[in-house]
């Protein structure tokens, strides 16, 4: 990448995007906004041609989309991983230690006035998961094609169930894609040159693939909760294709089904990360925090880190081999069906366990509907709805 003023300091990207993470509200969509805005508009760090590359590499690989552009950008910035460590770190420590301190106080919160909030909360995750499903079909499921597969992901998720269900979801996506979906996409264009080492791409794929496959095995050896919470955060993020919601359905089946926590607790954190700024994925960071032992400071850092992991090895790995895979049709076309599926594994969470859980009565089904047009239609930010949605739970238990 030949940018001009390409080389900074990691002091430099650290105090950028501890910025970014204080005032990017709005999601991983806003937050690539704003990222152009801020580095390639304002401090020129490098062109638009460069930012498009970048944003299509971590576009076509699972994992949190913004928090992996960033940490690319803070390579490229900070003149290598330290670079990207800085600016993942202060891109994502403001929200994670807002959801930290809310994991702390939330079993404090009891009585009618509280529960009604932590409903308001729970309806809140009602009408930013039908905003995403809304956003997503409309993106990517645009013909017959990627919308069957994504039915046929609704059908694998409810009649299988649990993160298996999902892999398989996500794999069949992949190959329906591959049969389904060539030539669908415009053509790709551009390149992408970061002074990564091919060794040292190889050294984090391997790492990604060893962390994947050896954990389980591990875990399921040695009986160790803390290894079990790792496994479970790093199985999630090495699964999340398609947007940061996604990690909702995968995150559920994974901490909810065996118990570690409730579906009440679970939605309420998940409406609680939409007041944040910054990325989503922080919400692990309230899971780890109130599920079982290790939990606690040590469980949310446990359980951050884990979350993020697989999306930062992979894009880190794949940037000298980039330029070759993205103009390879099949490549394409299987993540063309991979992103059609995971819009169907995420409808099949909008009924279970979101709706199931939130919408027991007409009110609460009218509140969550209101939710939905203010971010759809009135296209408020979702901060505000959800201090909305909060004060109304709070009311309604009231009166």
């Excluded at 001009?4 to 990017?24: H, P, R, Y």
């Excluded at 800085?86 to 009891?110: K, N």
Aim: glycine fraction near 12%.
């Amino acid at each position: 990448m030949n940018d001009q003023n390409a080389m900074g300091s990691t002091a430099e990207v650290f105090t950028a995007f501890l910025k970014l993470g204080l005032t990017s509200f709005g999601g991983p969509i806003a937050h690539l906004g704003y990222f152009r805005t801020e580095f390639v508009e304002r401090r020129k760090w490098l062109s638009e041609s460069s930012y498009a590359d970048i944003v299509a590499l971590c576009q076509f690989l699972p994992g949190p989309a913004s928090s992996q552009v960033g940490f690319t950008l803070g390579i490229l910035r900070g003149n290598g991983l330290l670079g990207g460590l800085a600016a993942w770190f202060a891109f994502t420590m403001p929200s994670a230690i807002i959801l930290f301190a809310f994991a702390l106080g939330a079993t404090a919160l009891t009585g009618p006035f509280a529960e009604g909030i932590l409903h308001g909360l729970k309806l809140v995750a009602v009408a930013v998961v039908a905003q995403a499903i809304w956003g997503m079909a409309n993106s990517l499921t645009p013909d017959r094609a990627r919308a069957a597969i994504a039915l046929a992901a609704v059908a694998i998720v409810v009649f299988v169930g649990g993160s298996f269900g999902q892999i398989g979801a996500i794999a069949l996506g992949a190959l329906a894609g591959l049969w389904l979906c060539r030539g669908d996409g415009p053509a790709l264009t551009g390149q992408l040159g970061f002074s990564v080492s091919r060794q040292h791409g190889v050294i984090a794929l391997v790492l990604f693939a060893v962390l994947f496959l050896v954990t389980p095995l591990v875990t399921a050896r040695t009986g160790s909760q803390g290894l079990a919470l790792f496994d479970a955060f790093y199985r999630s993020g090495s699964l999340v294709f398609g947007g940061g919601h996604v990690v909702l359905p995968l995150l559920q089946a994974e901490v909810v089904t065996p118990g570690w926590v409730s579906n009440e607790d679970f939605l309420a954190g998940y409406g609680m990360a939409q007041a944040v700024p910054g990325p989503l994925f922080t919400f692990a960071a309230y899971l780890g925090a109130i599920g079982p032992a290790p939990n606690g400071f040590a469980g949310a850092a446990i359980a951050l880190v884990a979350l993020s992991l697989p999306g930062l090895l992979l894009v880190y790995g794949m940037l000298p081999f980039w330029d070759a895979l993205r103009l390879r049709p099949a490549a394409q076309a299987a993540m063309r069906g991979t992103n059609a599926a995971v819009v169907g594994i995420l409808g099949a969470a909008l009924y279970n366990p979101v709706w199931t859980s939130a919408v027991l009565t007409p009110r609460d089904f009218a509140v969550a509907l209101a939710g939905f047009l203010l971010l759809t239609v009135w296209k408020l930010p979702p901060w505000i709805v959800v201090v909305l949605l909060a004060a109304t739970g709070a009311t309604l238990r009231l009166i």
